[in-house]
């Protein structure tokens, strides 16, 4: 069924009796072509992309939950280009472009919002750092603006200008970043990949691998073994967990990171904004929610909540740049886990088992990469050879020492 203006009208006449369930439910079959375990959004993008652009068949998703229930769900909705370094700022900003078309793509409205974010900076080095950021965006083909104190005061009067402990002296703005429906990109690539002939096979947990002689030829699930050609993992904050069951240790730790949205109210933010001396990023959603969130909470876990410390730090961060926010009250909160890198940066990879691939390592970075990912994830499982725009995202750097260190923040997780 295709959506448009026209059948909006139709269904609204006729009682609105024609609408279809967005994707099938089907039984798992004994074997597939390409088993992609986990139906967050990047296994289902990866399963949109390899049907759709490499046109491959016979692909599952399997996922453990419903879909929606892991990090697509609950995340904070920035899309974003505004990286550094080389091994980075391509990927991303292939992926800012592939939102740029994806509703009409696959049919689905998922509110992507190019509203731009704003990285305040409070000092000189900041501005040069800034700076430097935005001619790399530059040279990659993204958009960057540099703002002086004047101009970030036209477009958000009500910061604090005054008396602030850490004084706004501008900001970076990329105007193509913004934010998209978070679990509608999930619904929108799990109906396009269904649409295709994927089978999303819910409540399906993969238990274990089946390794024959160095090669992957299936895995165990909750509703029975399925064979596979190839296998791709996609598990975000149970990276560990599930690799371990094939036997490999993976450079990442979980972890925590929490979002908060407040009652609704009158348009306040029409962008979204960042806090440059702290970890605080807010917007404000369509039903006029402030969404923000800050740090991770600081410990290793696998529980989806959080702890009340995060809970200050992010209100105190708040209140430090937009003391107005001190008069909203805070409706919800949630956690998310996170599948954290030494060097903050994900893995889009082969692994040592013949045709068992892993993506992971996307830490609260990773649904605005959720299109590249899925795409050069697509790409590496149907034609064995990296995406061009993931070429350093392997999972040996951190043997070799090519670390891709974003925020110079070095190697260690709670840093970055
Ligand atoms: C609070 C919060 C705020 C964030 N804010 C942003 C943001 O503003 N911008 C941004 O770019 N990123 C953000 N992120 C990060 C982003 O959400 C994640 O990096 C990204 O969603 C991870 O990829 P995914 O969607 O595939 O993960 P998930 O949706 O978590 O998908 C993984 C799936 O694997 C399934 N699974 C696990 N184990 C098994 C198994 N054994 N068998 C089968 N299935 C299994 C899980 O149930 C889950 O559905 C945020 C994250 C959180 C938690």
Same mark, same amino acid.
């Given at each position: 069924m295709r959506y448009s203006g026209l059948r909006v009208v139709v269904e609204a006449l006729t009682g609105h009796k024609g609408w279809k369930p967005l994707w099938r439910n089907p039984e798992p079959q004994s074997s597939y072509d390409f088993v992609i375990v986990g139906g967050g959004g990047h296994g289902l993008a990866t399963a949109y992309y390899l049907a $759709?652009?490499? *046109?491959? $068949?016979r692909i599952a998703v399997l996922e453990k939950g419903w879909l929606g229930s892991g990090n697509i769900g609950r995340n904070t909705t920035i899309i974003r280009s505004n990286y550094l370094l080389p091994g980075n700022e391509p990927f991303y900003e292939f992926s800012m472009k592939l939102w740029e078309g994806l509703e009409q793509e696959f049919n689905f409205n998922a509110m992507v919002s190019q509203r731009g974010i704003l990285n305040l900076f409070h000092s000189d080095a900041q501005r040069d750092a800034f700076r430097r950021r935005g001619n790399a965006m530059l040279l990659a083909g993204a958009d960057a603006k540099l703002l002086d104190r004047d101009a970030v005061r036209r477009m958000?009067?009500? @910061?604090?200008?005054?008396? /602030? *402990?850490?004084?706004?002296k501008g900001g970076l703005l990329q105007p193509r970043a913004g934010t998209a429906r978070h679990d509608g990109v999930a619904w929108g690539y799990a109906r396009g990949a269904d649409a295709l002939g994927v089978d999303i096979l819910q409540n399906c947990e993969v238990t274990g691998f089946k390794i024959e002689a160095g090669k992957v030829t299936g895995v165990e699930t909750t509703r029975g073994p399925i064979a596979a050609k190839k296998v791709g993992v996609s598990v975000a904050g149970s990276s560990s967990r599930v690799m371990e069951k094939a036997g490999m240790r993976l450079p990442i730790e979980s972890h925590v990171i929490q979002a908060f949205v407040s009652e609704g109210l009158k348009l306040t933010i029409d962008g979204v904004l960042t806090f440059g001396a702290g970890h605080f990023y807010i917007s404000q959603s369509d039903k006029g929610g402030l969404v923000f969130g800050g740090d991770l909470d600081g410990y290793n876990t696998y529980a989806q909540r959080g702890n009340l410390p995060v809970v200050e730090d992010v209100a105190e961060s708040g209140m430090a740049i937009m003391?107005?926010?001190? *008069?909203a009250r805070v409706l919800r909160n949630w956690g998310g886990i996170m599948d954290m890198t030494m060097d903050g940066s994900p893995i889009i990879d082969r692994t040592h088992i013949d045709s068992l691939y892993f993506n992971g390592?996307?830490?609260?970075?990773g649904f605005k990469a959720t299109p590249a990912s899925g795409y050069a994830f697509a790409h590496l499982l149907a034609t064995d050879a990296p995406h061009p725009t993931a070429n /350093?995202? *392997? @999972?040996d750097r951190f043997a070799r020492g090519y670390l891709i260190d974003e925020k110079g923040a070095g190697a260690q997780p709670n840093l970055h």
């Open positions: $759709k652009t490499f *046109r491959e $068949k958000y009067p009500f @910061l604090n200008f005054g008396n /602030a *402990r850490f004084p706004i003391p107005v926010i001190g *008069r390592g996307w830490c609260y970075g /350093a995202y *392997r @999972l």
